[in-house]
């Protein structure tokens, strides 16, 4: 089996196998090499429940916030009966909710999970951007030892439509706390819908608050049927319509096909020093989910293979 023994610690971000249970999960997992997994934490309803698997509905490896022992056991067997391990709980808590973050930190210790990814409020122009940040200080300022006191690091990720989605911007969140306990989850991927700045710039700053990083990538394309696009295909051809703004939409590739250059992000990630986990995150649905656990596996290799030539 590889895995962390390559010098490259993998995981997978459970979001991203809607598809699989916790055991068929881990023994895709395991099979691939991939070491680390990071369990999706929501409530799901029986309604959802009801429809197809799906990345955010019926996603059949996401563990309950309000988990009993009877709930996370099958969770807890599949990582051990496959030689996994539980690296992380993500849930989607709002800013500020307090009862819900010691919630889930009281089930990542039970599981063994040294982060969880905590509440950043969204921005969407219609609260000032100050108001919000100081709101998640008075959080973050609570969440800090309820970190520590469960052996736990709080990390806040930086995320498209919330005051967080730079690498910088999430410094800014984090940088008055124990980076031992609050940190940073960086996702490149998400910093191409909103938030690029340079990787290397960026990890640098984050220094010891850089805690995690999440592997994905995305494209922005212009509407394929507008006046405009043959203008933002190629240079030097006039505007049919100079006052008809063309529109973009941003939406996931693969890793190999996107605009994050991931063997740059690799190399600089090396460059700082990182020597944490990659959990992968791929919503492009280019793959089947095993294929894409084998594929992502036998990249990241690949491509760190290649820095240590």
């Known amino acids: 089996m590889t895995g962390v023994s390559d010098g490259i610690k993998l995981s997978i971000f459970t979001v991203a196998a809607p598809d699989l249970t916790p055991d068929q999960l881990c023994e895709a997992a395991a099979a691939s090499g991939i070491e680390g997994i990071e369990w999706r934490c929501k409530e799901t309803d029986e309604a959802v429940r009801a429809q197809q698997a799906s990345f955010w509905g019926n996603n059949l490896c996401t563990i309950a916030p309000s988990a009993g022992e009877d709930d996370i056991k099958p969770f807890d067997e599949a990582a051990r009966r496959h030689g996994r391990q539980a690296i992380a709980l993500t849930p989607y808590i709002s800013a500020g909710d307090l009862e819900a ?10 599981l063994g999970a040294s982060m969880v990814r905590v509440g950043v409020p969204g921005y969407n122009r219609t609260a000032n951007y100050n108001d919000l940040f100081e709101q998640e200080i008075r959080y973050l300022t609570e969440v800090e030892p309820l970190a520590k006191d469960y052996g736990v690091k709080a990390v806040v990720e930086t995320h498209h439509a919330t005051i967080a989605p ?7 969140l984090v940088s008055r706390f124990n980076p031992d306990h609050v940190g940073v989850l960086y996702d490149p991927g ?7 700045e340079n990787y290397r710039m960026g ?32 240079s030097g051809v006039p505007e049919a319509e100079p006052l008809n703004t063309l ?14 250059p991931w063997k740059q992000v690799l190399a600089d990630l090396k460059a700082v020093g990182y020597q944490g986990w990659f959990g992968v995150e791929d919503f492009s649905q280019a793959y089947d989910t095993r294929t894409m656990l084998g594929v992502y ?3 990241m290799r690949a491509w760190t293979e290649e820095l240590q030539a």
């Open 101 to 110: 973050t010691e919630q889930v930190f009281r089930l990542a210790k039970r």
């Open 166 to 172: 730079s690498a910088s911007l999430a410094y800014r």
């Open 190 to 196: 998400n910093m191409v819908h909103e938030g690029f």
């Open 203 to 234: 990890m640098e700053l984050l220094g010891p608050y850089l805690a995690h990083v999440h592997v994905k990538n995305a494209v922005w394309l212009p509407a394929a049927d507008h006046p405009n696009a043959p203008s933002a295909a190629k």
């Open 247 to 260: 529109p973009f939409a941003c939406s996931w590739r693969p890793l190999a096909s996107g605009i994050v």
């Open 297 to 299: 596996a036998k990249q």
